[in-house]
């Protein structure tokens, strides 16, 4: 589907905020877009990878966790980065974190029914619509998890789509249909 990304993010975020809430968790979402891009997702998939990076945030983060997320755009992508306030990944454990059955500590996850699989699946059901998602190890604690989804062709104001330089629409990926 095609979906303006703001209205559907927040939409979402306030789902999610709702949740982490009613646990007691500090929960923001701020929206630092500046126009109103297209991007041509599944909405419940982008929804299915929020919720196993969010629900991993919950399932390893303190009781007073907080979780902050941040849209913003990057070049052709719309960016939502996923921030929390617990034990952090080591720089080294990074790269295998998206692998199938990974696990940091077997023995912790185990008690917590994990089977590793979590993020996989978010990495699959992100990379299938032709994004990206990225972890990091911020300096200041925790981890961040950056979800990354193409903007639609160029229609960043769609209410004006009657003139655009010719250039503009070569240089195009996708058209918008
Ligand atoms: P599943 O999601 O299948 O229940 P899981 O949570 O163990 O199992 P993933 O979601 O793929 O699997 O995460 C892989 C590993 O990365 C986790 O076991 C955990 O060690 C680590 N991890 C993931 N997210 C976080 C986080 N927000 N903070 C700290 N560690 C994390
Ligand atoms: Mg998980």
Redo the contacts with the bound molecule.
């Keep these: 589907d095609i979906l303006k990304i703001r209205p559907f993010m927040s939409d979402l975020m306030a789902e999610f905020e709702f949740e982490l809430l009613d646990r007691h968790h500090e929960f923001t979402y701020r929206d630092q877009m500046k126009e109103t891009p297209s991007v041509r997702i599944d909405g419940k998939r982008v929804q299915q990878a929020i919720r196993?990076i969010i629900?991993?945030?919950v399932?390893?983060?303190p009781a007073d966790l907080r979780v902050d997320t941040d849209l913003y755009a990057e070049g052709n992508f719309v960016c939502l980065s996923i921030r929390?306030n617990?034990?952090?990944?080591p720089e080294e454990k990074l790269p295998y974190?998206f692998d199938r059955f990974?696990?940091?500590?077997p023995e912790r996850?185990k008690d917590l029914?994990?089977?590793?699989?979590?993020?996989?699946i978010a990495r699959e059901l992100i990379e299938a619509q032709e994004g990206e998602v990225v972890a990091s190890s911020p300096a200041e604690g925790g981890?961040c998890f950056t979800i990354k989804l193409p903007i639609a062709g160029n229609a960043v104001n769609s209410d004006q789509k009657t003139s655009e330089p010719a250039g503009a629409a070569a240089g195009r990926r996708d058209s918008a249909v």
């Design positions: 196993n629900g991993n945030a399932k390893y983060g929390d617990g034990p952090g990944i974190i990974y696990r940091i500590d996850s029914m994990s089977t590793g699989l979590g993020l996989a981890t």
